[in-house]
């Protein structure tokens, strides 16, 4: 007995020696390696070990790596450093300081925003764009600057009349422009929470629901400066002292507004933008009927409170101006996994939602499928890495409450592109109308029809192409699909326009799969155009 002892914990020491690889054929196959070499020595005799049959011994071993293997499985996180080294220079580019401003959410958290170009209140502003990025980025990154930069840039003079949308046209000056606001995730950036943990969809839509009401009725507002912080943290400030300045002012009526999202964000855009339009159409009912001297039995409540009052907007009125979405490599539709391993899954991440994913569980994506340059890729994965000085990106495995937390997201989007259910609201729709508060539609609800413009790259090895084929094939609209042309569908669009109800899905060849990154110039070109109702396939197409 005592030299099974003696084998198992030489078994232990090479399961040790592998946990790294964190491969399940690795370190079963160290465990047979071990008992065979104990049976060429002879140990124990023919029988076994101690009168343990070699059976016994045999599932010992597969047992005990199997365990091992769990524990790897659970790692926790890990602050060491890219292990990747690039031979090239890496670009000598930093994030962004912390902002002053920030908004605190739901959930208690502050989330830190920028606003950039004219203030929406101003005549100098032809409308807001809201933006986001996707899982594991963040909006102070120096590349994401250069997108954000491109948008609130001054707007030339707009089309002719026939060209533009007649909502929010306020003359041609050439210093006119949109209102860029932008805001991280929690968990993302400087904003406080769990770093790169999104396990509830329905929170981050919530947060950008927030965001806007606040941007819309002048609610945000500069701060004093926050004592300085290390870069690369995200550990909360001490209270700031009182603001000293008053609150900007609210968006006017008519003003345009559109919500803009990458990946993960493309996704709670759509859901959000589902949201948004179901509430333009109650509110315009309620204003409606106040227009005829009536009132409503939900007068004065709207979907969010508070407004600077005067000619600006108040209360949930800013919904009427909702004009769009534009979803940038969205994510949409992702594997089927079978009901036992999905069953599993939850479980784990229920259970253990910080804890990473091991690589062995992982799908490979090599970084240039995300990236097109090779400076751009090195700074990512060396300098924006978490634990690194100045890094805010993540960079590592995925966490297991995440991993749920995007198929739960996705499942969202799938249900509403979905065909009608008979009898909605029993069965799984109404379960799932049940987890979110009835937020976000049963089983036979479908997506809501608005403006959306989908770019994508028909290569992107992150999501899938075909989830956004799908997205602008199956969107229920008032007018049928007039056909398709080339790589782009239109559903009664000509020209390529969106407008009304309508969606445009244009592919970016070649552009892999952080379009705000790789293609920033052409990305906000698109964007502008669809925000002022010019030709978004002939704006989004190369110089």
Excluded at 38 to 61: E, I, K, Q
Excluded at 398 to 424: H, Q
Aim: proline fraction near 8%.
């Amino acid at each position: 007995m005592t030299q099974y002892v003696i084998w198992v914990d030489e078994f232990a020491a090479s399961v040790r020696q592998r946990l790294e690889e964190d491969s399940v054929p690795r370190i079963v196959a160290d465990g047979l390696a071990g008992l065979a070499a104990m049976m060429s020595r002879g140990v124990g005799g023919v029988g076994g070990v101690g009168g343990v049959g070699w059976p016994t011994l045999l599932l010992a071993a597969v047992v005990g790596a199997l365990v091992h293997h769990l524990l790897a499985l659970l790692r926790r996180e890990e602050h060491a450093g890219p292990a990747k080294r690039y031979a090239d220079p890496v670009p000598a580019w930093s994030n962004r300081p912390r902002p002053t401003t920030y908004f605190v959410n739901g959930r208690g958290q502050r989330l830190y925003y920028e606003l950039r170009g004219p203030d929406p209140g101003s005549s100098a502003c032809r409308g807001v764009i809201f933006v986001n990025v996707g899982y594991s980025a963040h909006v102070m990154r120096p590349t994401v600057g250069k997108f954000l930069d491109a948008l609130a840039r001054p707007v030339p003079s707009p089309s002719p009349p026939e060209r533009r949308r007649e909502i929010g046209a306020v003359g041609d000056a050439e210093s006119e422009g949109f209102c860029v606001a932008t805001f991280d995730w929690a968990g993302a950036g400087y904003s406080e929470g769990v770093r790169c943990l999104y396990d509830d969809h329905v929170g981050l839509v919530a947060d950008l629901e927030t965001f806007v009401q606040l941007v819309m009725t002048g609610q945000c507002r500069p701060q004093a400066p926050a004592s300085q912080q290390q870069r690369g943290t995200t550990a909360p400030p001490p209270p700031p002292p009182p603001a000293t300045t008053r609150p900007g002012a609210a968006a006017r009526p008519g003003l345009p507004w559109v919500v803009v999202g990458q990946s993960m964000a493309g996704g709670v855009a759509l859901l959000f933008s589902h949201e948004a339009s179901g509430r333009k159409e109650m509110v315009g009912m309620a204003k409606r009927l106040r227009a005829a001297g009536l009132r409503t039995a939900s007068e004065g409540k709207g979907s969010g409170s508070g407004g600077s009052g005067g000619k600006g907007q108040t209360g949930a009125d800013y919904y009427c101006d909702f004009a769009g979405c534009v979803a940038l490599a969205p994510l949409v539709t992702l594997s089927k996994l079978p009901p036992p391993v999905m069953a599993v899954l939850t479980w784990v991440a229920a259970w253990f939602p910080h804890r990473l994913v091991p690589r062995a569980l992982e799908v490979p994506i090599p970084d240039d499928a995300t990236w097109l340059k090779d400076s751009v890729i090195a700074w990512h994965m060396t300098h924006d890495v978490w634990g690194v000085p100045g890094g805010l990106g993540w960079g590592r495995a995925m966490r297991w409450g995440s991993a749920v937390g995007l198929i739960a997201l996705s499942d969202a989007l799938v249900a509403l592109l979905g065909p009608p259910v008979p009898g909605g609201g029993k069965g799984a729709g109404a379960k799932r109308k049940a987890r979110d508060g009835g937020r976000l539609g049963g089983a036979a609800e479908r997506l809501a029809a608005f403006p959306l413009v989908v770019l994508h790259d028909p290569g992107d090895r992150i999501t899938a192409f075909s989830g956004s084929r799908l997205l602008v094939d199956r969107q229920d609209r008032p007018v049928p699909p007039t056909g398709a042309s080339g790589t782009e569908l239109r559903h009664g669009a000509s020209g390529g326009e969106a407008v009304g109800g309508e969606a445009v899905l244009v592919a970016m060849e070649g552009c892999r799969h952080d379009l705000m990154v790789n293609e920033p110039e052409r990305v906000a070109r698109a964007v502008l155009a669809f925000a002022t109702g010019d030709d978004v396939h002939d704006a989004a197409g190369p110089l």
